[in-house]
């Protein structure tokens, strides 16, 4: 099941990627026009998909042993959603023997670790800058 879970997230992350490139050579960030932005259906998708995130970020900040890697998980995961919560559980996958169990991955306090809750924050702060 490790081996299955990290391909499916390589891709989500992969995919998420390179959608958001393709989103941002086509289209500014904040250019949405307004009869998207105020559509009923684009208002309930964005709700449901930052619910979504905050509901993952919970299970983060039970696995992080550090307030401030809580805090920067929270911030890459609000500011880059999909990509933030891949990189995540691929953290998670790799920490794991292929053949380990899947319980380690999800149950297991993650060792934490600044570098990439870093990272993903700085990043996601200067996509929101240049945007």
Do not use: Q
Not at 58 to 82: M, Q
Not at 89 to 118: K, M, W
Request: proline share 8%; aromatic share 14%; with cysteine.
């Amino acid at each position: 099941m490790i081996p299955l879970l990290r391909t499916l997230f390589i891709i989500v992350i992969a995919s998420m990627l390179g959608v958001t490139s393709w989103a941002s050579l086509h289209t500014p960030l904040f250019a949405i026009p307004r009869e998207i932005f105020t559509h009923p259906w684009f208002i309930a998708t964005l709700c449901d998909a930052y619910w979504a995130f905050i509901t993952f970020y919970v299970w983060v900040a039970w696995k992080e042993p550090s307030p401030t890697a809580r805090v920067l998980w929270f911030i890459a995961i609000i500011a880059l959603g999909n990509i933030s919560m891949s990189a995540y559980l691929l953290r998670e996958l790799f920490r794991v023997p292929t053949s380990g169990p899947l319980g380690d991955v999800f149950t297991r306090p993650s060792t934490g670790g600044l570098i990439l809750p870093s990272l993903l924050t700085a990043v996601s702060a200067t996509v929101y800058l240049l945007a």
